[in-house]
């Protein structure tokens, strides 16, 4: 682990600014303990802040903007797509939507400490196309609070991340054995869970070939429209006959939704 110090000290600038723009990215590439370990190098001298935060923070930027032009120029479309190459389940859209909806830009800032969500939602900035000043400004913040806050504590427990790397030295390579192994096992782990909320997800679905095959067959068939307020401002269209609910009023208007007959849900 010494030696990743050492590395990390002499490679610090470029080094930050790449981890934190592919972790920012969407890559699962943890980014906090670089972070951590870049606040104890500036504690012990060895980096300095003024290049440390910037590069950080323009690493955050840099990611973000990409994802933002990505939903400005697809549209909602790119959310979708964003969901099936991450290691996080179809909810993870509705999550930030929901996150989004309620919190506006704020959800620039809270995004970044929750994993896999930051790129959705800079691509819901882009979706509901906010002013690029105005999402500059707001992600600014939101990368300024996100790297302040890891790098100033592993400022503040510089010790205890130095014991911790002396620690490691001694162990030699089996630390960065266990290092590899536990990011291999999180990853698999996720690739798993998401495999098989996938294939349930599959079961319960109908096409929309089969469910206008339905309709126009008079079968008895309620469809509830699900989509939150940026699905229906990105594409403003209704499946005839459909029972419009946002997913916020769902449980007080539950009672609208008949029991008695098959029930399809339409969320995108």
């Known amino acids: 682990m010494a030696h990743v110090l050492g590395f990390v000290a002499r490679y610090g600038q470029p080094l930050v600014f790449a981890w934190v723009l592919a972790d ?6 943890p980014a906090i303990p670089l972070l951590l370990v870049a606040g104890a190098l500036i504690a012990a001298g060895r980096l300095s802040v003024f290049a440390v935060v910037p590069l950080a923070v ?3 930027l840099a990611a973000d903007l ?15 797509i964003m969901c099936r190459i991450t290691l ?8 930030v939507e929901d996150l989004f909806m309620a919190q506006r830009l704020r959800s620039l800032v809270f995004a970044k400490f929750l994993p896999g969500l930051n790129p959705l ?3 819901l900035s882009g979706v509901v196309k906010t002013p690029l000043g105005r999402f500059l400004a707001a992600d600014a913040g939101g ?5 302040g806050t890891w790098t100033g504590l592993g400022y503040a427990f510089s010790d205890l991340i130095e014991q911790i790397a002396a620690m490691a030295s001694r162990l030699g390579a089996i630390s960065g054995v266990i290092l590899v192994g536990a990011l291999g096992v999180y990853i698999s782990v996720r690739f798993v869970l998401r495999r098989r909320f996938m294939r349930k997800l599959r079961a319960a679905r109908i096409s929309a070939v ?4 339905r309709l126009d067959a008079n079968q008895p068939t309620v469809i509830v429209d699900l989509r939150t307020p940026v699905d229906v401002k990105d594409s403003p269209y209704v499946i005839p006959g459909a ?13 609208e939704i008949p029991r008695n007959t098959e029930i399809v849900l339409y969320c995108t």
């Open 24 to 29: 920012q990215g969407g890559l699962p590439i």
């Open 58 to 60: 323009a690493g955050c």
């Open 66 to 80: 990409i994802w933002y032009g990505f939903g400005w120029a697809r549209g909602h479309r790119v959310l979708g």
């Open 88 to 95: 996080e389940p179809d909810s993870c859209v509705r999550r």
């Open 121 to 123: 939602a800079a691509a």
């Open 143 to 147: 990368a300024l609070v996100w790297v």
């Open 210 to 213: 089969d469910l206008k095959a």
């Open 243 to 255: 029972l419009r609910i946002s997913p916020e009023e769902l449980e007080r208007r539950a009672e």
